[in-house]
């Protein structure tokens, strides 16, 4: 069974770059069957799709995001990453990790568990 | 961006009520659209892809119908463990968007 784990800093400054990392076992994420993307969710609010991965480095980013943000696959570590540049308080939130599948329309299935990253000095 | 409007975002029910849940979207998105719920402190959790495929291990009195601008959630009958937010996502167009959510809380 698919499993996906995120980490990373739960404290940013304002200013610095996020660094997240997802971690998937049972799978590998060098399939073309599958993207690879990132949610995320502000405390007491929606959902907000961030980015999305290729197997072959394909990358589609949410316009409001797209000038800060960088998604990257590590096929050796079985990892994927999201990094968000510039990072302001509005950027506090539960960010997410998922899989794609990779068909017109492809839903995101199962999803990692979360982590909370909240911006503070 | 494609804007997907839920309504209600705040439904009061009792447990064996039936509960329908719609998602428009700002124009045509085919049957791209998931259904997830998210309870609190957890991950989203697929129900419903292509507007109207149950994923496996959903139960049956999920389901899901609609294309084009207009679709529906629909509980059959509600029970203790479906008291969650639901949230529609448009899979057509980029960016991918979320529906503001729908809160089911108990009666």
């Known amino acids: 069974q698919l499993q996906l784990q995120e980490s990373g800093p739960g404290l940013v400054k304002p200013s610095e770059t996020l660094s997240l990392t997802c971690t998937v076992s049972g799978g590998s994420i060098s399939s073309s069957s599958y993207h690879w993307g990132w949610m995320r969710q502000p405390p007491g609010k929606g959902l907000e799709w961030i980015g999305t991965m290729s197997y072959s480095g394909n990358t589609f980013y949410n316009s409001s995001l797209q000038s800060r943000v960088t998604i990257s696959l590590d096929t050796s570590k079985n990892q994927f990453s999201l990094k968000l540049s510039s990072v302001t308080a509005a950027d506090t939130a539960v960010y997410y990790c998922?899989?794609?599948?990779?068909?017109?329309?492809?839903?995101?299935?199962?999803w990692g568990q979360g982590t909370l990253v909240t911006v503070s000095s | 961006d494609i804007q997907l409007t839920q309504s209600p975002s705040f439904l009061s029910a009792s447990v064996r009520d039936r509960v329908t849940i719609t998602c428009r979207a700002s124009?045509?998105?085919?049957?791209?659209l998931a259904w997830y719920q998210q309870k609190p402190g957890k991950a989203p959790n697929l129900l419903i892809y292509?507007?109207?495929t149950l994923q496996s291990g959903v139960p049956s009195r999920f389901s899901g119908s609609g294309s084009g601008t207009e679709f529906t959630l629909t509980i059959s009958s509600l029970q203790p463990e479906d008291f969650a937010t639901y949230y529609c996502q448009q899979l057509n167009y980029y960016p991918l968007t979320f529906g503001g959510g729908t809160k089911v809380e108990i009666k």
């Open positions: 124009q045509g998105i085919n049957t791209y």
């Open positions: 998922a899989r794609r599948i990779n068909t017109a329309g492809g839903w995101f299935d199962p």
């Open positions: 292509g507007a109207s």
